[in-house]
């Protein structure tokens, strides 16, 4: 056996657990999902998916609005933090900030949705404070526990990790073009936008694609803020499952879900090849 290929075995040796894990816990649970979609009365056919658009359409655009609109939040928000730590001309307020818009990262969803709970709610502590300090009578107090609360939930988790990767971009960006639009009388906010944000782009639309999957797939939350009609997606895969035993339709939810995000996966795979040729 020549030393070539030992060192191919020795590789794939190496990798195999990686790829086992992988297979067992990715691969094999997609292709029975996928197969279990189409399993209608002991044959294949379409009926989960009928059956998914009559009973659960409102929610499928509810859950594409909202994961929608939280991902356009997430994209201003973290391109204003990454603006204001490399333009920011106060050394104190930046550090202030870069200490602080991380912490959300290390928190999980289930307790981001239990916080919000009892923050957002009519009784809840932002109301409180609220009523404290005299900008509103206890009758004017009113429920953030809806659609609204999700948004903020997602947002406020989300922003860092997109605001981490958009800031480091930011500061890699050629200090010597800032400094020319300074000179000629440029705005922070002009340069932000028409010379930082451009070169950074591509950064961001990372961040946007891996936070729009991430936000596709949570549970916790929109069970836990939103327990009304319309909800998302996967309270509906959840409910299917614990209330009816009905695994083609999940799974039939599952792939509707799975679309939605590999259509924004492919509008950002084609931006980029199209920037790139």
């Known amino acids: 056996m020549t030393n070539t290929t030992t060192s191919r075995l020795f590789g794939l040796l190496l990798v195999l657990p990686a790829l086992a894990v992988i297979v067992l816990l990715f691969v094999v649970p997609l292709a029975t999902s996928v197969v279990g979609a189409f ?77 919000l709970r009892t923050f957002l709610a009519k009784n809840g502590l932002m109301n409180n404070i609220l009523i ?57 906010l002009r ?25 596709m797939s949570v549970l916790s939350v929109p069970l836990m803020i939103n327990a009304q009609s319309p909800t998302m997606i996967t309270a509906d895969i959840a409910f299917r499952i614990n209330a009816y035993g009905d695994y083609g339709v999940a799974n039939a939810l599952g792939l509707i879900s799975l679309a939605a995000s590999a259509c924004v996966g492919w509008f950002y795979l084609r931006q980029t090849m199209r920037e790139r040729s």
């Open 39 to 115: 399993q209608v009365d002991g044959g294949f056919g379409l009926g989960n998916f009928v059956k998914s658009f009559e009973l659960y359409t409102s929610d499928i655009v509810f859950t594409v609005v909202i994961v929608s609109l939280s991902t356009a939040i997430i994209g201003v928000m973290s391109v204003a933090i990454g603006g204001y730590l490399v333009l920011g001309e106060n050394p104190r307020a930046v550090a202030i900030l870069r200490w602080l818009y991380r912490w959300p990262l290390f928190i999980p969803f289930i307790v981001v949705g239990q916080i």
């Open 132 to 188: 404290e300090i005299g900008l509103i009578t206890p009758l004017q107090a009113l429920s953030f526990l809806d659609w609204r609360g999700i948004v903020i939930a997602f947002v406020w988790k989300q922003t860092p990790f997109v605001a981490l990767l958009v800031s480091g971009a930011m500061a890699a960006v050629d200090r010597s073009n800032i400094e020319a639009a300074r000179n000629l009388g440029a705005s922070r």
């Open 191 to 215: 340069i932000l936008v028409e010379i930082v944000v451009p070169q950074v782009a591509t950064t961001l639309m990372v961040g946007l694609v891996l936070s729009f999957v991430t936000m």
